[in-house]
């Protein structure tokens, strides 16, 4: 009697594991930046990212690798959510800016709470450098403002590739940006995305530009911190400078490299979700190739290999996780945010379908009743997430 085989196990590996093996693949400089960051009580996984996070914004467009006829720089946005005081976001995020701005290779650009405000500042320093919040909520927020139309496509614009200059009119005088390397850290709580209208802001494509990271509880809890000696700053100082491209280049992808996201690629495609959950994921899968690059620049080479990109897949994996956590629990606790989101997803696909947004139409799709549905739409009305037509009964997504 023939043996039956045994399969072999699709266990999921948690996020926890993934943070160790990725932390297993980090180059020597990041042990060093550990040194002087600790001991503290930033967690785990808030030290990798803003380790990368920093990196990125050292490369800023000094270093790029082309996809058709772009050029992609390896700028990433990276979100740090958790509660208050839970992984010490804000401290995690200085230690990074702190180092930054001390090479004096790195534009640190200021937070700006209005559309000209950011365009003025991108182009006093070339359309480069590193943007920081310590409260996402607060520039969600402000996006809403009745002022700010637009203010949420031009920050998209910040991310993706440009194919031609972007112009403004700015004090009577037309100004532009030839290219935008704009790499971001921002720390928020989920309770402060919920209440500044997350789900318009992942439907509209914000939201899903950042990289996901939850801090969890901290090993030990430090009640005194010793002051590491100047020299080691300084030393760590000087090697982020070395590692500074004094010109641009290009990043190659191996045959092997480029297999390896394939491969990777074609394993997550078909699993990728509806809805909000998906405008996410067709990002995560692209994100990876910038963490390719950027452990390529790490290793001192101009060529990425299938090393490179198997480390930058556990990022993307570590990714994919978060924004599932983020989306199916931490955004969707109650029903009234639940029923919310389910208006928010009901508009996104009539729009998609190119037919009207009537309060008809998005009732039929939500099957809320007109009490609950009524209670939503007046709160996403209030919070600027969506407008409602003169005739009471179209709505339009912000």
């Known amino acids: ?118 365009f003025k500042e991108l182009v006093e320093n070339d359309g480069v450098g590193l943007m920081r919040h310590s409260e996402l909520g607060s520039l969600l927020g402000a996006i809403s403002k009745d002022y700010n139309m637009g203010f949420a496509d031009d920050l998209c614009e910040m991310y993706d590739p440009m194919s031609a200059s972007i112009k403004k009119r700015l004090a009577n005088a037309t100004s532009k940006i030839d290219h935008l390397a704009v790499t971001w850290m921002a720390a928020s709580t989920p309770d402060s995305l919920n209440k500044c209208g997350a789900h318009s802001r992942i439907a509209g494509g914000f939201l899903p530009r950042w990289n996901i990271v939850f801090g969890g509880m901290p090993k030990t809890f430090i009640n005194f911190r010793k002051a590491k000696c100047a020299d080691y700053f300084d030393s760590f100082v000087k090697k982020m400078i070395g590692m500074w491209p004094v010109k641009a280049y290009e990043m190659k992808f191996s045959d092997a490299a480029v297999e390896c996201h394939k491969v990777w690629y074609d394993r997550k495609r078909p699993r990728m979700a509806d809805g909000l959950l998906g405008n996410f994921e067709i990002r995560i899968l692209e994100v990876a190739k910038k963490y390719a690059v950027l452990m390529a620049f790490l290793g001192g080479r101009k060529q990425v290999f299938e090393t490179d990109m198997a480390t930058a897949t556990m990022f993307g994996d570590y990714f994919f996780e978060s924004v599932r956590q983020l989306i199916q629990q931490e955004l969707s606790e109650s029903r009234f945010e639940s029923d919310c989101q389910k208006i928010t997803k009901a508009m996104c696909s009539l729009k998609g379908r190119g037919k009207p947004i009537t309060q008809r139409a998005v009732m039929k799709n939500t099957n809320l009743k007109k009490w609950d549905y009524d209670k939503c739409v007046e709160t996403m009305r209030m919070r600027g997430d969506i407008t409602i037509h003169d005739d009471c009964k179209t709505l339009v997504m912000r």
């Open 1 to 118: 009697m023939a043996k039956k085989s045994k399969k072999k196990s699709s266990k999921k590996i948690s996020n926890k594991r993934l943070i160790e093996k990725i932390e297993g693949k980090m180059p020597p400089l990041y042990l060093e930046y550990l040194e002087l960051v600790t001991p503290s009580e930033v967690s785990t996984e808030f030290h990798v990212f803003v380790f990368m996070n920093m990196i990125a914004a050292l490369a800023g467009d000094r270093i790029f690798f082309r996809e058709g006829n772009e050029n992609f720089y390896p700028h990433i946005w990276t979100l740090l959510l958790g509660g208050s005081g839970v992984g010490r976001k804000s401290t995690a995020m200085h230690s990074a800016v702190k180092v930054l701005a001390k090479t004096g290779k790195v534009n640190m650009l200021a937070a700006k709470g209005s559309s000209e405000g950011f």
